[in-house]
């Protein structure tokens, strides 16, 4: 939209330097209120509707089913195919934790690309949501002896172990403090979600973030359409727009039908472990009541939902 | 063996409690704690053995006629010659596992002749510690919903009974370095 008004409005100051009188800028915006207008009659209804929207959390149920429709109709005219956006809202009574056993992992990275499989991630430029460090055994949980582009033949090396890191689902999340528009929460279940509509790309949740979960559209994301995964939320895995800060919302999609996110259904070691934290029968709560567990930075009381622990 | 119920982490005290305050007629329905819906011995859904192809039912070639019980360990030649064991101390031999007269089966310690289907109750003879966080799904891989039915693999869906160390896999391929990522400008893709 900015392409076809800029050339309207960078001739009308020209036009009113020669004409000089005190009605100059009158006339002026009455050229540039036409611009715009202009510039929204000649795009797509759909278009000015997007670019209406107020954030998702201020919509009655009646606008968020007509931005559902309009969104699949436009990944429908992207994609050439049917795309499915959903809305499921948290779960009562769950709040969703995740544990993941160091002394397991062997850092095969099914995880990475599973992830990016089912969360629709741009492929190119690249966008991950998880990130395995190699961590020397020697030095423990030693982030500046961390490698992420570590790549034998065969996995695991000696001497190493290895950390996925993934957005830690904070209580008390730094991104959410930081964004100045509100584009970003912590829902009921905890999970933090980003409202693709209503962020403004400043980035300032990437720098606020500790732990380097929140990744930007850079450019145009390039989604083959036979990567496509048709089934979407609308504030997770659904296509993303350039210019916004997307990242891991534990397969919203998934696990608000009761489906393990897929990271934790790719595992061939069964590293993964996700359940309810308000379940006590859950398998996470088996794993904080029992093993060694710990939260990654803890010192910044961001309070992670995401947990390290030692299953040996 | 006791039920799922009773060794689960749920104190068995917890149920007996249950059922102590409930009128007998009542008893006889309770249903237990957690995981048995009845459908499985054990209300544990595991997959079929891996068995390599042909390989079962060992009857039919170990059918105690044609071949007699030799229990003299040895290293084994003209068949199963594939398997390197590598579990446990030297000393160990097919029929510590391996049931001599039924040979589709697998025995215990204390004799009683296990199913292929339930192995690991022979694994958690020895791997006590791995078989109770297998049972409450902590060891090991568990599929299908978080808060509903769940999928179990059997401890040799993943360990290989014969050398059971997990393999070492070959890593999907590395992200890109920041440097090598080219944003498009304009989005001309």
């Known amino acids: ?258 489906r393990y996110p897929a990271c934790v259904e790719i595992c061939p070691t069964g590293s993964r472990k996700f359940g309810n934290l308000l379940d006590p029968q859950s398998e996470i709560r088996y794993v904080l009541e029992n093993k060694r567990v710990f939260k990654l930075k803890e010192d910044l009381n961001t309070q992670p939902n995401f947990f390290y622990f030692y299953g040996v | 063996m006791p039920s799922l119920a009773t060794r689960s982490r749920f104190p068995a005290w917890g149920l007996g409690l249950l059922l102590g305050l409930l009128p007998p007629a009542l008893r006889a329905q309770a249903p237990p704690a957690r995981g048995g819906d009845g459908s499985m011995p054990e209300g544990i859904q595991v997959p079929k053995p891996p068995f390599s192809e042909g390989i079962f039912p060992c009857t039919s070639c170990h059918d105690g006629k044609s071949m007699k019980v030799n229990p003299t360990p040895r290293p084994l030649t003209a068949m199963h010659d594939d398997i390197v064991l590598k579990h446990g101390p030297a000393s160990r031999w097919c029929l510590d596992c391996h049931d001599a007269q039924d040979r589709d089966k697998l025995h215990l310690v204390s004799g009683e002749k296990i199913d292929f289907t339930v192995s690991y109750r022979l694994c958690g003879q020895c791997h006590g510690d791995k078989y109770r966080d297998w049972r409450v799904g902590v060891h090991g891989k568990r599929t299908g919903s978080w808060n509903g039915q769940k999928q179990y693999l059997l401890c040799v869906n993943c360990h290989n009974p014969h050398s059971p160390h997990f393999k070492p896999l070959k890593p999907m391929p590395p992200p890109v370095k920041p440097d090598r990522i080219q944003a498009w400008k304009g989005g001309a893709r």
């Not at chain 1, 202009?38 to 797509?44: D, F, K, Q, T, Y």
């Not at chain 1, 995740?98 to 690309?113: E, F, K, N, P, T």
């Not at chain 1, 190699?134 to 950390?163: C, I, N, S, T």
């Open chain 1, 1 to 258: 939209m900015s392409e076809t008004q800029d050339p309207r409005s960078a001739g009308s100051p020209a036009g009113c330097e020669g004409c000089g009188s005190g009605t100059s800028r009158r006339a002026f915006l009455g050229t540039a209120v036409a611009a715009v207008a202009g510039a929204l009659v000649g795009c797509n209804n759909d278009h000015v509707e997007d670019f209406l929207q107020h954030n998702f959390r201020e919509l009655s149920k009646a606008e968020v089913e007509e931005m559902i429709a309009r969104l699949e109709r436009e990944y429908k005219a992207q994609f050439g195919r049917e795309v499915h956006v959903g809305n499921e809202p948290p779960l009562p009574g769950v709040i969703f934790g995740y544990a993941l056993d160091l002394s397991r992992c062997i850092g095969c990275r099914r995880c990475v690309h599973a992830c990016v499989q089912e969360n629709n991630q741009s492929r190119d430029p690249q966008i991950q949501w998880i990130r395995v460090l190699q961590l020397d055994k020697e030095e423990g949980v030693d982030l500046r002896h961390a490698d992420q582009y570590y790549d034998p033949p065969e996995v695991p090396e000696e001497g190493h172990f290895y950390m996925p890191v993934q957005c830690q689902q904070c209580k008390k999340p730094p991104c959410v403090k930081a964004c100045p528009v509100g584009a970003t929460w912590r829902e009921k279940d905890g999970i933090v979600v980003v409202d693709y509509n209503w962020c403004i790309g400043c980035r300032y949740c990437m720098a606020a973030c500790p732990y380097g979960a929140r990744h930007f559209n850079w450019g145009e994301p390039h989604l083959p359409v036979e990567d496509l995964n048709p089934d979407t939320h609308l504030l997770g895995n659904r296509p993303r727009p350039k210019g916004v800060v997307e990242k891991c919302t534990f397969c919203i999609q998934r696990t608000r039908k009761g």
